[in-house]
């Protein structure tokens, strides 16, 4: 079971528009990462962000914490070909520190 | 740069076999390390914290006969699919924290068994 549920799960959209992907839980976590992935490769981290309320952007993405560190966003504007993966949220827990990702939305971006 | 080596990056298997995957940390000691499974259009589901030194810890529904873990060094664990079928097939992934900052992945083993 996902302890984050992010929405939508498939996204397809044409070269040039924004979007914004949801990451949401019942659950409070001191941490949250967001992680790119493109088919057959690993995971990579686009942010961490720790504190309620924080914004982070990274040139045209824009991640943002809820208040209450239960919930996450990440919009994209102008969105390019390259945007294309699935992005996947995770909380950091427990003493190992493992992750636990969210659902997943996979993105499609069309030239 | 720190990096995680997984190996073999595919791996085609008759039912009924066992197949092993390597997860390295290169530059850097890991004392812990975490083993996913991926179902294609799906996400990561954790299957096991591998830990140095002792047992693996694994998560709920994760048969710890059936993928076993050995983690003998602070460099590499291991993943071991015993007596392998074509439900098995999956996309396995390792990962591991760098200074408890970033956690690094490798690239991956698509294990198909026939």
């Known amino acids: 079971t996902q302890l984050l549920e992010q929405s939508p799960q498939f996204l397809s959209i044409q070269e040039g528009e924004n979007l914004t992907v949801y990451c949401n839980s019942s659950s409070v976590f001191s941490s949250l990462q967001w992680y790119r992935q493109e088919p057959g490769e690993g995971p990579v981290l686009l942010v961490t962000?720790?504190?309620?309320?924080e914004v982070k952007k990274l040139k045209r993405l824009t991640f943002q914490f809820g208040d209450a560190r239960k919930d996450s966003s990440l919009h994209i504007t102008a969105a390019q070909p390259g945007d294309t993966g699935l992005y996947l949220c995770?909380?950091?827990?427990?003493?190992?520190?493992?992750?636990?990702f969210g659902s997943g939305t996979q993105l499609t971006v069309l030239p | 740069g720190a990096v995680v080596s997984q190996h073999p990056s595919r791996v085609i298997c008759k039912s009924g076999t066992s197949v092993k995957i390597e997860c390295r940390s290169l530059d850097f000691q890991a004392t812990t390390m975490f083993w996913y499974r991926q179902f294609p259009k799906q996400s990561l589901m954790l299957m096991a914290t591998?830990?140095?030194?002792?047992?693996?810890?694994?998560e709920q529904g994760v048969e710890k006969d059936k993928f076993l873990i050995n983690h003998a060094s602070l460099t590499l664990s291991t993943l071991t699919v015993t007596s392998a079928h074509p439900e098995d097939s999956s996309f396995y992934i390792c990962?591991?924290?760098?200074?408890?900052?970033?956690?690094?992945f490798g690239s991956g083993t698509q294990l198909s068994v026939l």
């Open positions: 962000v720790v504190t309620g309320g």
């Open positions: 591998s830990n140095e030194g002792s047992k693996a810890t694994y």
């Open positions: 990962s591991a924290w760098v200074a408890n900052e970033k956690l690094f």
């Open positions: 995770a909380p950091v827990s427990g003493s190992a520190r493992q992750l636990t």
